[in-house]
């Protein structure tokens, strides 16, 4: 299904629009033929009324044959009221027309309209080809009897059409000023409606973790001016009044939990290391114990021949290895167990890489484990933590010993073996670890890096290295996958971006 963006305000605008516009188009259909009907009735009562009064006021002149006020009757007639075409009265006894017209009445429109005895009105429409008043609507009203005479209104139609298109010229008039009134309220009720759910918009947008870290989301809360130009007088309280409140809440809540959040991380991390300083401590003790016993054996045999100075120097410079080995295995531990820096420094993933092989080194020899690191000391340089790439790869490398061992166990006639590899790709510099151990079950795959998933024995692990090694890399911007195959092995791919992407 296709979506399309229309922004709440539009919604409210264009729908208010359209409620005023559809309401206004409604009444002037509707109100358009009634008022076209009540101007006809009108009119059609006001000619009546005009013809019966001229024929009440012309029976005493009429049978006093007194035509002139019959004329004046007439006359007065069409001068007060610019509505009526003409008026005219027939006095049947003496075959006599009173008019107004300047030329003469038209013959024509003398037998255009009469009444019988039975009758006390007639009306009649009339075509005016002469004038451009359009239509007359002419009415025959007897003089006490239609013998004696008869008298005729004219009335233009034109005059109802003129009236009705003054009236709904005013209702268009009264729509359109209704209909700006409304655009305006529309689109100030939908700003005052909007803006604060668009600011909240926007702030949600703009929350990520970076935001809380920094805590530099403002508090979304009402303006204290009206459209940000007048002055409030008063705060009113409603639903986005509230809607604001509960968000600021949330911000609220969410930075107190990602605050937490962080430091839980940290503890997190520091667990999983000492975690992993616990089962590295019994080898360090291996490491040291051997140069020391060396040393001791070297002293005692320096002690036995104190003359024998050639022999003595080869013992002085084994002494001397002894204890630069002793060094370095307690300065990689002592580097890997302090807290890590929180600014990332230019760092060679070689030598993370041999300072995280000799931690293990006590391991690798155990289990008579052949290491092929393939890593060269030209790589390109990376942005890192030298600490927490030590614990990604110490992890990586001890879950692969751990998973040579468990396959020995099981079958023999392999190579034990862990290879190191790189490759540059995109700016990115990937480390590939394989190793040639038991493997992991297809369906595991998906949970491995998830906390708490091990699939050791109960008491060899504690699901959380895979995990810990995953939040380390993407903190450093970078992506960690693995590719496994059951009694095969298992194929880790580490990408971190390169100084100069």
Known sequence: MKRIYIPLFGKFTSSIIAIVTIFGAINLIFIRGNVIQSLTVESDKRARYIAKNLASHAVVPLLYADYITLQELVSEVTLNDSGVAYAFIIANKENLVLHNFPNGIPTKLI??????????????????????????????????????????????EKHIQYESKRILNLLLVMVIVFLIIGIVSAFLFSLVITKPIKIISNFSERLDFEALKHEILPDVMPGKKLWGV????????????????????????LTKAYKELETTYEKFIETEKLASIGMLAAGVAHEINNPIAGVQNCIRRIQKHPNNYAQNEIYIDMMSEATDKIENVVQALLHYSRKPDANNEEIQISEVIEKSLLLIEHKIEKYYIDILNRIGSDLPAIYGSKNKLEQVFVNIFMNGIDAIVSKSEKS???????????????????????????????????????????????GKGTGLGLSVCMNIINSHNGTIRLESTIDVG????????????
């Open 490 to 501: 298992t194929k880790f791919f580490i990408s971190l971006p390169l100084i100069n992407s």
């Open 111 to 156: 037998s255009s309209n009469s009444v019988d005895k039975d009758q006390a009105e007639n009306v009649v429409m009339l075509k005016d080809s002469e004038s451009d008043q359009g239509d007359i609507r002419d009415i025959a009203v007897p003089i006490l009897d239609s013998e004696v005479g008869i008298v005729r209104v004219g009335i233009y």
């Open 230 to 253: 007048f002055p409030k007088f008063f705060q009113t309280e409603d639903e986005l009044y509230f809607l604001a409140q509960r968000f600021n809440e949330m911000v609220t809540r």
């Open 412 to 458: 023999e006639g392999f190579r034990k073996l862990i290879t190191i590899d790189s490759l540059i790709s995109n700016n990115n510099l990937i480390i590939i670890i394989e190793d040639s151990g038991s493997g992991i079950e297809k369906n595991h795959v998906k949970s491995i890096f998830e906390p708490f998933f091990t699939t050791k024995e109960t």
